[in-house]
């Protein structure tokens, strides 16, 4: 085993070779989305941290100026160091790390898709619940081996629909594959969204 992993984190060993990595939005923490990941896959381990951002006593994965506006060198901060602990964290648990599937809802999908774009080769999936464009990279990675699930609200006050099709296009021109789904629904998750985000995961190859 390697170091202990330094989030705070809740780790629950599946009977498959896939771990799905849930990321909380903000004011979450660990104990969020356990219930969400047993739904999508009850076979799958479950590897959850807290951010480590406060806001108000909030916590979140990385700082925002304003909703919606990011900053963005604590975003770019943020994300290696979150990666970094997946890899010592699949290292401690002996994950298989070809198959760590990121599972964010708001927050946590905006960080998933910002390590998607600066740590290509860390994620084979992405499932990304409500989530914006965290930032447009100057060079594009190779995403052409990653599949990823956008799912957003038609009546969402914080991701406009614009901003779903944006960034399902930037993945997209990075390789990726990419399925966007609209649900009849606001910032929050529907029984539609985790239906077919379970239905999207059978499918996936790995
Ligand atoms: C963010 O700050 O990541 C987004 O505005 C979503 C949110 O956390 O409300």
């Known amino acids: 085993m390697g170091p202990q992993p330094d989030f ?3 780790f629950v060993p599946g009977k498959s070779d896939r771990t799905l ?3 909380h939005g903000t004011g979450g923490d660990e104990r969020d989305l356990i219930p969400l990941g047993h739904e999508l896959d009850s076979n799958a381990s479950l590897l959850s941290p807290r951010g480590k951002v406060l806001e108000n006593g909030r916590p979140r994965f990385f700082r925002r100026l304003a909703e919606g506006v990011f900053d963005l060198e604590d975003l770019q ?3 290696h160091e979150l990666a970094d602990f ?3 964290a699949a ?3 002996q994950i298989n790390n070809k198959q760590i599937i990121a599972v964010g809802y ?3 999908a905006n960080i998933a898709a910002s390590m998607l774009l600066l740590r290509p080769g860390l994620l084979s999936a992405g499932l990304l619940l409500r989530a914006m464009v965290p930032f447009v990279p100057d060079k594009l990675p190779n995403l052409s081996s990653v599949t990823v699930f ?3 609200g038609t009546f969402d006050p914080i991701v406009p629909a614009s901003n779903t099709k944006e960034l399902a296009e930037l ?3 990075a390789g990726a594959d990419v399925t966007t789904r609209f649900f009849q629904s606001g910032h929050e998750l529907t029984s539609d969204d985790v239906d077919l985000a379970r239905e999207w995961l059978t499918r996936l190859q790995y």
Do not use: D, E, F, P
Request: aromatic fraction near 4%; glycine fraction near 8%; hydrophobic fraction near 35%.
């Open 8 to 10: 705070i984190h809740q």
């Open 21 to 23: 990595l849930l990321l």
């Open 77 to 79: 901060k943020r994300t």
């Open 86 to 88: 997946v890899n010592s």
């Open 91 to 93: 290292k401690h648990y």
């Open 106 to 108: 708001s927050n946590g």
């Open 150 to 152: 956008i799912g957003a």
């Open 171 to 173: 993945l997209r021109s």
